[in-house]
C-alpha cells in the first residue's frame, strides 16, 4: 500500500541492471543514458539503473564505463510504457590511450557527497599493506578518522568513539568489525563491492548511532564459472571459492551462485620466527573469519541473498590478560522489481550475537554479550527531478553485561531492547542544485521516547570545477559501550543497552530522557583544480547535548543507606556533553599509472562531565596521511606503494606525585603505624598532557604474474615502520616501564588466482 501510483499518459520510462558478462557481477556507479537526449543516469550499488518520463519515440540507449565496451542498444517507447532491459557489458580487449571517462567526475556533479567516502576494492589495494590488502589499514588514511594504536587500537570518527559507530554488512549489523592487532578487520577484501563511508551528516535512511556509518556491501559469487584465490602471509592464511550452482543464461537472466571466504592468522607461531625481537614468546594475536553468501537471481532481476559469517578473536598476554571475542550471525537480502511501477523495493533480516570476555589475573573479569536481530524495508522511486527513498526499521536486542570497577563495585546489567525507524528522503535535482531533504523518527520502544530526527544535505554546482557542499541534522542512540571513555588501551569493547541507573540531573538541570543525542552541521567545498587533480575541504561541527559514560568513581551502592552520597559517587552510569569540531583537507592526483592523496584533518574535541571539564585520550590534534602509487612495467603489472602517517601526541593524565596508601584491611582495627601500606597515586587533572607525537613509513611492492588468462600469481612484500620509529602503545606508572607499537616489520604474501 506504500507503493505511489503514477499515472502518466504520454511519457514512458526505462529500468533494468547493468552486469558484467564474465562474471555476471552488477556493474556499479556506470553511465546510462539516450543518446541526444537530456535524459539519462547511473546505477547505484545493485547496478539497477531507471530512466524516467521520457517522451515517446525512437532512442539509443548509452551504457559507458571505463575498461568496457560501450553498450548501444536501440529502443522503441510507445506512451506509457515500462521497459526493462538486462544488459551485459564486456571487458574491452584495448586499452585506450587517448580518451579517458572518469565516473567519479561525473558522480561529483551529481551526488552530495558530504562526508562521505565511496571505497571500491581495487581504492584498498592502492595503499602500502601487511600481507594482504584490508579495510582496517584503509580507513586510517582517511580524513577525519583517527587510529589510536597498532594493538587494541580503536577508530574514532570526527570526535565520536567507537561505540558511536554504526557497521553494516549486507544490512546486517557488525559489533566488532576489527581485530586486536589493528592491522586487519574481519571483512575480506576481494568479496566487497563497495563501502560507504559516512563521517556525519548521514541521511535518515541511517540511523541509532549519533556519530559515523559504515555500510557495506559483498558481491555476488560468479554465475559463469569456478573461480577462487588462495593465500599466505607471514602473518595468516586465506581462501576465496566462488562459483554457480545454476549457471547464468543472458537470455533469461536467471542464476544461482555461491560464494566463501575464510582467513585465519597464525601471528602467535609465526612471529617467533618471523618477529622474535618483538616478543620471544611470540605476538600474542590470533583470528578466524568465515563468511558464505547465497544468491538466487530472476529473469526479471529480482534476488534473495542468504549469507552468515563467524568472527573470532584472542589474546593472550602471558600472566597478565587473556581476551577472546566471538561474532555469528545470519541474515537474508532480497531486491523486488514490480511490473508495473518504476519503484524498486528491497529488504533485510538478520540474526547476530557478540560476546566478549576478559580475564586481567588480578580478580577483575569482565564479560558482554548482545545479540538480537534487525530488519529493514525499503522503497526507492525515481522520477527526472525526485528520487524519493522511504521505509522502515526494525532492532532488537539483550545486553548481558558482567563488570568490576576499580573500587571493587559490581555492575551487572540485563537488559531487552526494542527500536522502531520510520524514514523519507527526497533527493531533488534542480539544475545546478541538488537537495536531500529527509526525515527519521525513531522510536524507543523499551524506554517508552521517541526522537524526531530532520536532516538535510544539499550540492550547489558553482562549475564544472568548483561545487559547494554540506549536511546536518539530528541523531540518538540508545546504545552504550561497556567501559568508559576514559580509558586509553581497550581490548574489552562490550555493550550496554541504554542505562536505568543514570543520574536525575545534570549540572543543575532535569534529565527527562536517556538517550544519546548529536546534533551535526558541515560545510565544504570540492575543486578541481586540473583535470586529474581534486581538491576537497570540509569543516565540520557535532555537538553532543547528551553523553553516557560509565562510571569509573563509583565508591557507594546506589540504595537507602547511601541516599545522601552525590549521584556522581553511587550511580553506575554519569551523563556527559561536549563537542567536536575540525577541518578535513584531502588533495587526489590520478592519472594512468600515478596515484597521489594528501590528507589533513585538525580536530577539536571537549567533554563536560558536570564537575570538570576534560578533552578525551583520542584527542588528536593534528593528523596527516602521504599515500603514493606508482604503475611499472611494460604491462603495469608491478605497483609500489608508499604511505607516510603523522599524528600530535594523544592527552594523558599525569601523575603529581605517590604516597603510602594504607588499606586498612582490618577496619579500625587497623594500627596504622605497622600495618602494610601499598603505593599510591597522586593524578592531575584529566587527560592535562599530551604524549610524544606519533609517525610512520609503511612501504609495500606488488608483482602480478600471468600464467593463463585465468591464472595468475600475486607477489606482495612489505614493510611497516619502515625507519623504526619508536611510538608509545603504554606505560607503567609505577615502574616507569615503557612499550612501544609495533617495531619494523616485514611481511611477504603470496595470493594464487585462478
Known amino acids: 500500500m506504500f507503493l505511489p501510483i503514477v499515472a502518466i499518459t504520454q511519457n514512458t520510462s526505462i529500468r533494468g541492471f547493468i552486469y558484467e558478462k564474465d562474471s555476471g557481477e552488477p556493474v556499479i556507479f556506470t553511465n546510462v543514458y539516450l543518446l541526444g537526449t ?9 547496478g539497477y539503473f531507471t530512466i524516467t518520463q521520457i517522451p515517446a519515440g525512437d532512442y539509443t540507449l548509452i551504457v559507458t564505463y571505463l575498461g568496457f565496451d560501450t553498450i548501444r542498444e536501440p529502443v522503441s517507447l510507445k506512451a506509457g510504457q515500462i521497459i526493462n532491459k538486462r544488459l551485459y557489458m564486456t571487458k574491452s580487449a584495448l586499452q585506450l590511450k587517448t580518451f579517458e571517462v572518469s565516473a567519479e567526475r561525473q558522480e561529483a ?19 602500502p599493506s601487511v600481507g594482504t590488502p584490508d579495510l582496517a589499514q584503509y580507513l586510517q588514511v582517511l580524513p577525519g578518522i583517527i587510529f589510536t594504536g597498532d594493538q587494541g587500537g580503536q577508530l574514532y570518527v570526527r570526535g565520536g568513539p567507537p561505540i558511536q559507530n554504526k557497521i553494516l554488512l549486507d544490512g546486517l549489523v557488525i559489533y566488532n568489525p576489527f581485530h586486536s592487532i589493528g592491522l586487519f578487520s574481519v571483512f575480506e577484501t576481494d568479496i566487497m563491492r563497495n563501502v560507504d563511508i559516512f563521517t556525519g551528516g548521514f541521511g535518515a535512511e541511517y540511523g541509532g548511532r549519533i556519530s559515523s556509518i559504515m555500510d557495506i556491501t559483498t558481491r ?48 602467535k ?45 584472542n589474546v593472550i598476554y602471558n600472566d597478565i590478560a587473556e581476551f577472546d571475542w566471538e561474532n555469528s550471525g545470519l541474515g537474508a537480502s532480497f531486491i523486488l522489481v514490480p511490473g508495473s511501477t518504476t519503484t524498486l523495493i528491497e529488504g533485510n533480516i538478520g540474526y547476530t550475537d557478540y560476546k566478549i570476555t576478559l580475564d586481567d589475573k588480578q580478580g577483575n573479569p569482565k564479560s558482554s554479550e548482545i545479540e538480537g536481530f534487525n530488519l529493514g524495508l525499503r522503497f526507492s522511486y525515481f522520477s527526472p527531478v525526485h528520487e524519493v527513498k522511504y521505509g522502515i526499521e526494525t532492532v532488537g536486542f539483550k545486553t548481558t553485561f558482567n563488570f568490576m570497577n576499580s573500587a571493587n563495585r559490581a555492575i551487572i546489567q540485563e537488559q531487552n531492547t526494542t527500536e522502531i525507524a520510520f524514514y523519507i528522503k527526497d533527493k531533488i535535482t534542480l539544475k545546478k542544485l541538488i537537495i536531500e531533504p529527509s526525515f527519521r523518527l525513531h522510536l524507543y520502544a523499551s524506554l517508552s521516547d521517541f526522537s524526531p530526527e530532520p ?56 534529565i527527562t530522557h536517556k538517550l544519546q543525542k548529536a546534533q551535526h552541521a558541515i560545510f565544504g567545498i570540492e575543486y578541481d583544480p586540473a583535470k586529474h587533480v581534486t581538491l576537497n575541504i570540509e569543516g565540520y561541527y557535532k ?15 546506589d540504595t537507602n543507606e547511601y541516599w545522601d552520597k552525590p549521584d556522581y559517587l553511587k550511580k553506575d552510569f554519569i551523563i556527559e556533553r561536549g563537542n ?98 601499598e603505593l599510591g597515586t597522586l593524578f592531575s587533572n ?45 606505560f607503567d606508572r609505577i615502574t616507569k616501564e615503557r612499550i612501544n607499537q609495533l617495531p619494523i616489520m616485514p611481511s611477504l604474501g603470496l595470493t594464487l588466482r585462478f
Open 455 to 510: 536532516r538535510l544535505a544539499f550540492k550547489y554546482v558553482l562549475s564544472d570545477r568548483v561545487r559547494l557542499k554540506g549536511a546536518g541534522g539530528l541523531y540518538s542512540q540508545n546504545l552504550i559501550a561497556a567501559n568508559s571513555d576514559r580509558d586509553v588501551v581497550n581490548l574489552f569493547y562490550g555493550f550496554l543497552s541504554g542505562p536505568d541507573n543514570l543520574q536525575d540531573e545534570f549540572d543543575g538541570e532535569e
Open 686 to 730: 584529566i587527560n592535562d598532557g599530551r604524549l610524544p607525537y606519533y609517525h610512520r613509513l609503511d612501504i609495500s611492492y606488488k608483482n602480478t604474474q600471468y600464467f593463463t588468462e585465468n591464472i595468475k600469481m600475486e607477489i606482495i612484500v612489505g614493510i611497516t615502520n619502515v625507519y623504526n620509529r619508536a611510538n608509545i602503545f603504554y
Open 580 to 677: 567536536a569540531y575540525g577541518l578535513d583537507l584531502s588533495v587526489k592526483y590520478d592519472r594512468k599509472k600515478y596515484y597521489f592523496w594528501a590528507v589533513y584533518s585538525l580536530g577539536y574535541i571537549n567533554r563536560y562531565d558536570g564537575i570538570s571539564d576534560y578533552v578525551p585520550h583520542y584527542d588528536r590534534r593534528h593528523n596527516a596521511n602521504l599515500v603514493a602509487t606508482f604503475l611499472m612495467g611494460g604491462k603495469q603489472n608491478s605497483e609500489l606503494s608508499v604511505r607516510w602517517n603523522f599524528g600530535s601526541g594523544f592527552p594523558f593524565t599525569k601523575n603529581r606525585g605517590h604516597y603510602p596508601l594504607v588499606t586498612f584491611e582490618d577496619g579500625l582495627d587497623t594500627d596504622i603505624t605497622t600495618a602494610d601500606d
Open 543 to 557: 555537538y553532543f547535548s547528551q553523553l553516557t559514560n560509565l562510571n569509573r568513581n563509583k565508591v557507594f551502592d
Open 38 to 46: 537530456n535524459f539519462g543516469g547511473s546505477t547505484d550499488v545493485n
Open 269 to 313: 607461531q609465526s612471529s617467533k620466527l618471523f618477529y622474535n625481537y618483538v616478543d620471544t614468546a611470540g605476538l600474542p594475536f590470533n583470528f578466524t573469519d568465515l563468511y558464505g553468501k547465497l544468491s538466487l537471481n530472476t529473469e526479471t532481476g529480482s534476488k534473495i541473498n542468504i549469507f552468515g559469517f563467524n568472527f573470532t578473536d
Open 220 to 267: 555476488d559469487g560468479n554465475k559463469t564459472r569456478l573461480i577462487g584465490a588462495v593465500g599466505a602471509t607471514t602473518f595468516g592464511s586465506r581462501i576465496i571459492l566462488e562459483g554457480p550452482i545454476v549457471k547464468l543464461k543472458p537470455e533469461t537472466g536467471t542464476s544461482a551462485s555461491f560464494i566463501f571466504a575464510g582467513k585465519n592468522s597464525y601471528l
Open 109 to 127: 556533479l551529481k551526488e552530495t557527497k558530504t562526508s562521505v567516502m565511496k571505497i571500491t576494492p581495487k581504492q584498498i589495494s592502492s595503499i
